[in-house]
T-cell receptor, first 109, second 113 residues
Framework: GQSLEQPSEVTAVEGAIVQINCTYQ??????LSWYQQHDGGAPTFLSY????GLEETGRFSSFLSRSDSYGYLLLQELQMKDSASYFC??????????FGKGNQVVVIP | DVKVTQSSRYLVKRTGEKVFLECVQD?????MFWYRQDPGLGLRLIYF???????EKGDIPEGYSVSREKKERFSLILESASTNQTSMYLC????????????FGPGTRLTVT
């Protein structure tokens, strides 16, 4: 099975950088996805890492180390609209995602 | 734009009632998923389907069943609703080779009294 660990809440000011970590234990691993969910909204896909290294998509970057069973999401130049919950999710060989419990990011002026 | 719609945004049912939650996607996705989301527990997979009439149990299938008669539609059924099934229910879809990139509907907040 899978288990994913994410710290629970982070508060940061506009313009700052926030790193959200994710460690996982899984019996099968294809890759690590990241999702954003605003209060009352649906989760939306941000990024996916199947290989080790850094993937950059605008202000957001995601990193994976398969040997360490570890990944992170980096939010740069924080904006108020980035206040949301962020979930990591492991894709396994059965074609499903196992989600972490999420990390709430609060951006303050 | 991928669009996933769910039949109700809010639903209130009584204990013991049979409840149907409908999900429709318009992007010809093969995979469809049902999750429930509870505070502090993240998203937990109830059932998923990778093709018409195919279904696979997720992590918490007890008390639920599903139906997929058409590719675009995936229904979640609570045979006899109980108060511990009060939750936010989220439907998602993806291409067959891209389960890492799921598109979610707006969710149905179900309250069982």
């Amino acid at each position: 099975g899978q288990s994913l660990e994410q710290p629970s809440e982070v508060t940061a000011v506009e313009g700052a950088i926030v790193q959200i970590n994710c460690t996982y234990q899984t019996s099968g691993f294809y890759g690590l996805s990241w999702y954003q969910q605003h209060d009352g909204g649906a989760p939306t896909f941000l990024s996916y890492n199947a290989l080790d290294g850094l993937e950059e998509t605008g202000r957001f970057s995601s990193f994976l180390s398969r040997s360490d069973s570890y990944g992170y999401l980096l939010l740069q130049e924080l904006q108020m609209k980035d206040s949301a919950s962020y979930f990591c999710a492991v894709r396994d060989p059965t074609n499903r995602l196992a989600f972490g419990k999420g990390n709430q990011v609060v951006v303050i002026p | 734009d991928v669009k996933v719609t769910q039949s109700s945004r809010y639903l209130v049912k009584r204990t013991g009632e049979k409840v149907f939650l409908e999900c429709v996607q318009d992007m010809d996705h093969e995979n469809m998923f049902w999750y429930r989301q509870d505070p502090g527990l993240g998203l937990r997979l109830i059932y998923f389907s990778y093709d018409v009439k195919m279904k696979e149990k997720g992590d918490i299938p007890e008390g639920y069943s599903v139906s997929r008669e058409k590719k675009e539609r995936f229904s979640l059924i609570l045979e006899s609703a109980s108060t511990n099934q009060t939750s936010m229910y989220l439907c998602a879809s993806s291409l067959v080779g891209a389960a890492h990139e799921q598109y979610f509907g707006p969710g149905t907040r179900l309250t069982v009294t």
